[in-house]
Nanobody
Framework: QVQLVQSGGGLVQAGDSLRVSCVAS????????IGWFRQAPGKEREFVAA????????LYADSVKGRFTVSRDNVKSTAILQMNSLQYEDKAIYYC???????????????????WGQGTQVTVSS
């Protein structure tokens, strides 16, 4: 079974950049789409970005399009969420997750994802 361990994140000022990494162990990381979600205090978990198992297709929430980039390296079993031009509204706990279905297209519903990282705090000061 795949286990996901996240790193990165932290405290930055508005306009700065951050990177969150998601490293998988066990299972077959390269066969599953990866999704990124975030949850701000008092809010529902929301979709941020997703990438196909092979990396050929990416999805982004409108709120992060043009600022965030999702990528993956299946040899290293790693997914990356690069966040540029961070805004105060991006403050949240960020999660990576693997899709439940083998070699599926990426989707935006959190229920479609079965294995989750532990979460990484991203704080943006205005």
């Amino acid at each position: 079974q795949v286990q996901l361990v996240q790193s990165g994140g932290g405290l930055v000022q508005a306009g700065d950049s951050l990177r969150v990494s998601c490293v998988a162990s066990g299972g077959t990381f390269g066969n599953y789409a990866i999704g990124w979600f975030r949850q701000a205090p008092g809010k529902e978990r929301e979709f941020v970005a997703a990438i196909t198992w092979g990396g050929s297709r990416k999805l982004y929430a409108d709120s992060v399009k043009g600022r965030f980039t999702v990528s993956r390296d299946n040899v290293k079993s790693t997914a990356i969420l690069q966040m540029n031009s961070l805004q105060y509204e991006d403050k949240a706990i960020y999660y990576c997750a693997t899709h439940r279905r083998l070699r599926s297209e990426p989707t935006q519903r959190s229920d479609d994802y079965g294995r989750w990282g532990q979460g990484t705090q991203v704080t943006v000061s205005s």
